[in-house]
C-alpha cells in the first residue's frame, strides 16, 4: 500500500478588501459616517489654515539676525532671526559667552547618557556607575574650578543644560525613593505607613510652585546659623520630593493590580519580604504602570520652568531674557515657538518611548 504524503497548500493572498491604501483609510478614517463627517471637517480646517502658516512660518520668514528686515516683515512672515540672534541666550541662560562650550559638551553627554539608559543593550550595572560619572564630569564642566576651568557660580547656569539638570536629577532620584514610598504605604507596620501616607498626601496636596518657595526662601530660615545650601540644591530637593510623592501613587496603584496569591504563593516558598518585592511584585507592578509613570516623568520634565520664580532661569526662563531687548521684544511669538518645539521633541520622543517599551514589556501578555 503506497503511504500518504501530506502536501500542504500553498499560502494565499489576503482579501483584496482587506489590504492597501484604501482600505487603510476606510478603517481609520471612513469607518462610520460620523469618523466620515471628522475626518472632512478636519482636511477642511487645514486646508484654511496651512497655506497662511506656511507662507507666515516658511515662505515669507526672515532666518537671518537682521532686525531691520524682521520688522518690515511683520505680520506677513516671522522673525526667525531672533533664534540667530538669541539662540545661544536662549540656550544657554547668563551662562559666560565664552565658556558655553562647557554647558554644550555637559549637555550633550547627559543626552547621550538618557539614549543609552533607554536601550536594553545597556541595562546592567555598569549603567548606575555611568551615571555617577556623567553626573559628576557635568557638574564639574558647568562649575569649574578643576582641570583650568573658571568657575560660574550656580545662579548663572541656565536654558537647555539647567532644564536637562533638573529633570534627570529630580527623576533619577525620585524613582527609587517612589518605590520606597509605595511599598511603605502598604507596609504592614502602621508608624512606617502613617509616616508615607502624610508624606504623600502633604506633598500632592499642594502645588509644586509652593514647594519650590518654601525650598528656597523658608528652608533657609530653619538652617542653623551660617549653615547656607545653594539654591539649586534646594529646588532640586524640592523638585525630587514633589515628583516622588506623586510617582509613589502611581507604583501603588500598580502595586495593587497583582493578584494576592502569587504573594502568598511566595510566601509559601519561603521567600522573604525584599525577595518577593524584587523577583515577583516590582517587576509585574512596574509593567502594568510604564505608560503612567512615563506620563509622570513628562509632567516633571515640563515642571521645570516653573523654577524662574526662584531666579534660575531654564529655557521658558532664558527666552524672558532673551526677549527682555527692546529691539527684538515684538517677536516673542517666535522665541516662545522655538522653546516650545524643544519641548515637544523632548516630550514625543518620551511618548514614543513609551509605547516602545510598553509593547516590549507586554508581548507575552497584551492582546492582538
Not at 205 to 232: E, H, N, R, T, Y
Not at 235 to 256: C, D, H, K, N, P
Not at 261 to 287: D, F
Request: proline residues 6%; charged residues 10%.
Amino acid at each position: 500500500m503506497t503511504p500518504t504524503v501530506f502536501t500542504p497548500l500553498a499560502a494565499r493572498q489576503p482579501p483584496s478588501d482587506a489590504i492597501g491604501v484604501w482600505p487603510w483609510l476606510r478603517r481609520h478614517f471612513f469607518g462610520s459616517a460620523a469618523n466620515s463627517f471628522l475626518t472632512l471637517l478636519v482636511l477642511a480646517l487645514l486646508l484654511v489654515a496651512l497655506p497662511p502658516l506656511f507662507n507666515w512660518a516658511i515662505l515669507n520668514a526672515v532666518v537671518q539676525a537682521d532686525n531691520a528686515a524682521c520688522r518690515a516683515a511683520e505680520g506677513v512672515g516671522a522673525c526667525w532671526g531672533l533664534v540667530a540672534e538669541k539662540g545661544r541666550l536662549i540656550l544657554f541662560g547668563r551662562y559666560p559667552y565664552e565658556e558655553q562650550w562647557r554647558p554644550l559638551i555637559a549637555s550633550a553627554l547627559l543626552v547621550l547618557l538618557l539614549v543609552m539608559s533607554c536601550l536594553r543593550f545597556f541595562w546592567r550595572p555598569a549603567l548606575v556607575l555611568a551615571w555617577v560619572v556623567v553626573f559628576t564630569v557635568f557638574y564639574g564642566l558647568m562649575k569649574g574650578s578643576v582641570a583650568g576651568l573658571p568657575p560660574v557660580d550656580t545662579d548663572r547656569w541656565g536654558g537647555l543644560p539647567l532644564t536637562l539638570l533638573l529633570s534627570s536629577v529630580s527623576l533619577v532620584v525620585a524613582f527609587p525613593l517612589a518605590i520606597l514610598l509605595a511599598l511603605g504605604r502598604q507596609s504592614q507596620l502602621p508608624a512606617i505607613r502613617t509616616l508615607c501616607v502624610i508624606f504623600i498626601e502633604f506633598v500632592r496636596g499642594v502645588p509644586l510652585i509652593s514647594v519650590l518657595f518654601m525650598a528656597s526662601f523658608i528652608l533657609p530660615l530653619l538652617m542653623p546659623q551660617g549653615a547656607k545650601i545653594d539654591v539649586l540644591v534646594r529646588v532640586l530637593i524640592g523638585m525630587t520630593l514633589f515628583t516622588a510623592a506623586y510617582l509613589a501613587e502611581v507604583i501603588r496603584g500598580g502595586l495593587q493590580a497583582l493578584p494576592k496569591g502569587q504573594i502568598e504563593a511566595a510566601h509559601s516558598l519561603g521567600l522573604g519580604y525584599w525577595q518577593i518585592q524584587r523577583k515577583i511584585v516590582l517587576p509585574q507592578a512596574l509593567r502594568l504602570v510604564v505608560p503612567a509613570i512615563v506620563n509622570t516623568f513628562i509632567g516633571a520634565f515640563k515642571d521645570t520652568s516653573l523654577v524662574t520664580i526662584v531666579s534660575l532661569y531654564d529655557l521658558t526662563g532664558a527666552v524672558q531674557l532673551a526677549l527682555g531687548d527692546a529691539d527684538w521684544r515684538k517677536f516673542f511669538m517666535e522665541g516662545q515657538l522655538f522653546v516650545a518645539a524643544i519641548y515637544f521633541i523632548a516630550c514625543f520622543a518620551m511618548s514614543r518611548y513609551s509605547q516602545w517599551l510598553e509593547g516590549h514589556l507586554n508581548t507575552g501578555t497584551r492582546r492582538q
